[in-house]
């Protein structure tokens, strides 16, 4: 077991370090990573980790159980990472996860960024009972790791508070349903049929160039409709 007691502390040799159980507090920024499995749990009076600054913990192979807090006040887009089995590669469900015991609270700054990286959807399922996530929250992402840049063009951006990625990918089948309208009329909800999402995600449906009369109305046509958006979260649609 390893008790850190303030300081910024740096133990980065992934390839030594090897303790059953972490917990830290009073610690200005935080970065440990483990060779193996890991728990984010309790040693001697210390419960979890409590930090002001910039946190990173991971597992180079093996899973890393969060049983206690993991809380900072640090509020920038770097502000906590937690990652399982970084050694592990993007696609892989290795079976070495990103785990939860019991309720614990993961939390950052107001406005900071969290990024939980894990393996498998469904070896994972207890991190969509954190607070800040759940069903239709949008903020899972897929097929990814810590090299991923998420600020490109093809990717959704990642959003402030807690964000789970997958190095698993899921496939998903979008089939936009077929619609009609009169002229002058406000536009139907568009709808369609998902198979394979998970997490409550869900396509955005469009109107493919679109067309507008000059009192704002859609003009008379065919139209094509789309249910975009999976593929910028990591499917394989």
Do not use: C
């Not at 077991?1 to 159980?21: A, H, K, P, R």
């Not at 309208?181 to 160039?209: C, E, H, I």
């Amino acid at each position: 077991s390893l008790q850190l007691l303030g300081g910024n502390v740096t133990l980065d040799n992934s390839t030594s370090n090897n303790v059953g159980t972490l917990a830290a507090s009073g610690v200005s920024g935080l970065t440990y990573l483990d060779k193996a499995g890991l728990t984010i749990g309790t040693v001697g009076s210390t419960q979890g980790v409590s930090a002001t600054g910039v946190v990173n913990i991971g597992t180079q192979l093996g899973s890393l159980n969060i049983a206690q807090k993991v809380v900072t006040t640090n509020a920038s887009s770097t502000a906590l990472t937690l990652n399982a089995s970084m050694g592990s590669a993007i696609g892989a469900d290795t079976g070495s996860n990103l785990l939860v015991s019991g309720t614990p609270t993961i939390s950052v700054g107001s406005g900071g960024l969290a990024r939980l990286f894990t393996g498998g959807i469904t070896g994972s399922s207890d991190l969509a009972s954190l607070s800040g996530l759940g069903a239709g929250s949008g903020h899972f992402r897929y097929n990814a790791d810590e090299s991923t840049v998420f600020s490109s063009p093809s990717w959704a951006p990642l959003s402030a508070g807690l964000n789970v990625i997958y190095r698993e990918q899921p496939t998903a089948s979008v089939t936009v349903a077929s619609n009609s309208m009169t002229y002058g009329d406000v536009l139907p909800t568009l709808t369609g049929t998902v198979t394979g999402a998970v997490n409550g995600d869900s396509p955005s449906y469009a109107v493919v160039s679109r067309l507008n009369s000059t009192s704002g109305n859609v003009q008379v046509g065919s139209y094509t409709l789309t249910g975009n958006g999976l593929a910028a979260l990591g499917y394989n649609v």
